[in-house]
């Protein structure tokens, strides 16, 4: 089982940064791919941004230059860095694992954290 632990976001002014990091713990070395989804209020949850154990990065073409995703501590923790923050960016943020273990798939997400853009 893997379990997700979100910190960071919170209220970022238009134009300005945020990070959010993403920690997994329980059985890490089944997840193929960490990342993170955002849910505005009255729109489905998206991609923002993904990358896989190996490394391969995929980004929502709405914040294709201005986020970068890193994975640290061998690949049970991924941060999300965004610039030029915009006011279409205020959401939820979700934290998602995905893999297998023992052949069964699993789809683990961490509880969301706000980010609220305003000056």
């Known amino acids: 089982q893997v379990r997700l632990a979100e910190t960071g976001g919170g209220l970022v002014q238009p134009g300005g940064s945020l990070t959010l990091a993403c920690a997994a713990s329980?059985?890490?070395?089944?997840?193929?791919?960490m990342g993170w989804y955002r849910q505005a209020p009255g729109k489905s949850r998206e991609l923002v941004a993904e990358m896989t154990i190996g490394g391969t990065a995929t980004y929502a073409e709405s914040v294709k230059g201005r986020c970068t995703i890193s994975k640290i501590n061998a690949g049970t923790s991924v941060n999300l860095q965004m610039n030029g923050v915009k006011p279409e960016d205020a959401a939820v943020y979700y934290c998602r694992a995905f893999g297998a273990l023992k052949y069964a798939p699993f789809d683990a997400w961490g509880q969301g954290t706000q980010v609220t853009v305003s000056p």
């Open positions: 329980g059985t890490t070395f089944s997840i193929n791919a």
